[in-house]
């Protein structure tokens, strides 16, 4: 496993340049899997850009009927509501690239209360999967999109949340502040060919430059992929502009 000290870290000139480098990235990760791909998907505002360039020409090439669509956390929100993660990808990829919509993965946020949602969403994981266990040998996800939030937090992980230490759930509710919310857990998002944080803006420099010095404290520390982990940063966040 490894994590962001040893990481290979691709620093771009702008967010922009960031969500084209992280694209070519997926496209060249994913080019000699066979079967069904699984790809996990960060919400928030950076990688917005990188999901609206998969959907548009330039990415039409990619294998599409293969490619299985989850998210790595969601807020307990219906689909339709403003800070729905699902609502924004909508926007930006599922309702525009060429994606059977059985190949959507969405969290259930409706009718449901958090904890039953969490467990619905890991069973869907462990019927793609195949199993209720997860070997180190064979990775859940091809590829895992993280972000970074200035408090360190990645996916809805937390500082100081019980979830840090789970070790056997792979999906379970969290909060912030009285926001419900469902997250993968560190086991779940570990489980992983390729890993890669997507950050961008002078407010992440301080949290990313702790996270690259292996503060352990912080929730995004506890992202070690059994398969390969990669930084896309741009240069403000990276303390450079």
């Known amino acids: ?88 990808i909508r926007a930006a990829l599922f309702s525009k690239a060429p994606i059977p919509a059985s190949n959507i993965h969405a969290v259930p946020t409706v009718g449901l209360a958090p904890d039953a949602a969490a467990r619905a969403y890991e069973g869907a994981l462990q019927s793609f999967y195949g199993a209720d266990r997860l070997d180190p040998d064979r990775p859940l996800f091809d590829v895992t999109f993280l972000g970074l939030g200035e408090d360190g937090h990645t996916a809805s992980l937390f500082p100081g949340a019980d979830t840090l230490a789970e070790t056997a759930r792979w999906v379970v509710p969290a909060k912030q502040g009285r926001q419900d919310r469902i997250t993968l857990t560190p086991p779940a998002l570990n489980s992983s060919h390729h890993a890669a944080f997507l ?28 398969g390969t982990l990669t930084l896309f940063a741009d240069k403000a966040a990276a303390g450079l502009g």
């Open 1 to 88: 496993m490894s994590d962001l000290r040893d990481a290979a870290a691709e620093i771009l000139g702008t967010d922009d340049a960031l969500a084209v480098r992280a694209a070519h990235w997926l496209r060249k990760a994913i080019q000699d899997r066979t079967g069904p791909i699984a790809i996990s998907l960060s919400g928030g505002s950076t990688p917005r850009k990188l999901y609206a360039l998969l959907a548009g020409p330039d990415y039409r090439d990619l294998p599409w009927a293969r490619l299985h669509w989850f998210l790595g956390d969601e807020r307990f929100v219906p689909p339709d509501d403003k800070d729905s993660n699902f609502g924004m």
């Open 199 to 226: 950050v961008a803006g002078r407010a992440k420099a301080p949290i990313l430059a702790r996270l690259r010095r292996g503060d352990t404290t912080l929730p995004a520390a506890h992202i070690r992929p059994v």
